[in-house]
């Protein structure tokens, strides 16, 4: 009888400490989820530049072609626009219009046209959560606060740290970035300014 009071307390104990390791373990998690994309912002910010090909779905929204990225800096082309944005001031030049719209974009503009702006997103204001699913972790992040971007879903490779799909929810509306053919490329600052004198027939309108 003695025997099995002591075998109950030893299993008592052990499921306590079983339990204790499951609670511990929860933070761990959201941290894990901040350091891979920690991981990420470091590869994807890296001083050189980068390039790669998007796509983006979402409302109303259709488009896809190249982008080459460095720091904050982005040049976006598609078939039917091109866009530039050195850091503060966004230049969008509209082909079939032939006119250039100048302005100083938001945070959420530019993570709906820049596959790449979450990396100066999610460092604050959001909570992260973490699953792994076919060689890729799929980072959710929740907006802790009033803001345009409520959710961000970031899929990273797990062996490169390179994203490969950004999905993000704006009020009810849901907007895909497919990326791929990420590479790391030495860019010029020259590139992200839109320079009149390749588009003399252009109309600026100046939206600041």
Same mark, same amino acid.
């Given at each position: 009888?003695?025997?099995?009071?002591?075998? @109950?307390?030893?299993?008592?104990?052990?499921?306590?400490?079983?339990?204790? @390791?499951?609670?511990?373990?929860?933070?761990?998690?959201?941290?894990?989820?901040?350091?891979?994309?920690?991981? =990420?912002?470091?590869?994807?910010?890296?001083?050189?530049?980068?390039?790669?090909? %998007?796509?983006?779905?979402?409302?109303?929204?259709?488009?896809?072609? =190249?982008?080459?990225?460095?720091?904050?800096? %982005?040049?976006? =082309?598609?078939?039917? @626009?091109?866009?530039?944005?050195?850091?503060?001031?966004?230049?969008?030049?509209?082909?079939?219009?032939?006119?250039?719209?100048?302005?100083?974009?938001?945070?959420? +503009?530019?993570?709906?046209?820049?596959?790449?702006? %979450?990396?100066?997103?999610?460092?604050?204001?959001?909570?992260?959560?973490?699953?792994?699913?076919?060689?890729?972790?799929?980072?959710?992040?929740?907006?802790?606060?009033?803001?345009?971007?409520? +959710?961000?879903?970031? =899929?990273?490779?797990?062996?490169?740290?390179?994203?490969?799909?950004?999905?993000?929810?704006?009020?009810?509306?849901?907007?895909?970035?497919?990326?791929?053919? %990420?590479?790391?490329?030495?860019?010029?600052?020259?590139?992200?300014?839109?320079?009149?004198?390749?588009?003399?027939?252009?109309?600026?309108?100046?939206?600041?």
């Amino acid at each position: 009888m003695e025997r099995i009071n002591i075998s @109950a307390r030893w299993f008592s104990h052990r499921g306590i400490l079983s339990l204790f @390791a499951l609670v511990m373990a929860l933070p761990l998690s959201a941290q894990t989820a901040k350091q891979v994309l920690d991981k =990420t912002a470091s590869i994807v910010a890296a001083k050189s530049g980068a390039k790669a090909t %998007f796509s983006i779905k979402g409302n109303q929204m259709n488009a896809s072609g =190249t982008i080459a990225i460095k720091g904050k800096k %982005f040049q976006a =082309t598609t078939p039917q @626009a091109t866009i530039w944005f050195d850091g503060k001031t966004q230049w969008t030049y509209l082909k079939k219009n032939e006119e250039v719209n100048v302005a100083n974009p938001t945070e959420s +503009e530019l993570a709906a046209i820049n596959p790449y702006n %979450f990396i100066y997103m999610y460092q604050k204001g959001y909570k992260y959560t973490m699953e792994k699913k076919n060689g890729s972790f799929i980072v959710h992040l929740t907006a802790t606060d009033k803001r345009s971007i409520q +959710e961000m879903y970031i =899929t990273v490779n797990q062996k490169t740290y390179i994203p490969s799909q950004i999905r993000m929810r704006q009020q009810k509306s849901w907007t895909t970035i497919d990326i791929s053919g %990420f590479k790391q490329s030495k860019l010029s600052d020259g590139m992200f300014r839109f320079n009149s004198k390749d588009f003399p027939n252009a109309e600026v309108i100046d939206l600041r």
